[in-house]
């Protein structure tokens, strides 16, 4: 199944990260809290201005993200959890 958000949401998956400290220590999946970064697979077409142009979004397929700890809905495809949010949702990109 291949999902196609609509307007200016994307989809998002999450890049987890490490689970060792720099000194070794192994952090238990109970004390992280969920990553908030992220890689781009789908952006939508765009989001309409008050004359009814759309304006491209500022992000595209491939970009590394940084969203908000909470933000976007949480979904399932193949098996897989993926985020879709809006391109208010993310903060940055990383280069």
Do not use: W
Not at 35 to 57: H, M, Q, R, T, W
Request: charge should be negative; proline fraction near 3%.
């Amino acid at each position: 199944m291949n999902i196609r958000p609509l307007h200016d949401r994307v989809v998002v998956r999450r890049i987890e990260e490490e689970k060792t400290t720099a000194s070794g220590l192994i952090i238990p999946d109970s004390a992280t809290e969920k990553p908030s970064e992220g890689v781009i697979i789908a952006v939508g077409d765009g989001k309409k201005n008050s004359k009814g142009e759309v304006i491209s979004l500022a992000v595209k397929i491939d970009d590394k993200v940084i969203f908000g700890q909470f933000s976007g809905t949480e979904i399932k495809v193949n098996g897989e959890t993926l985020l879709i949010m809006s391109e208010d949702d993310i903060v940055a990109i990383v280069e």
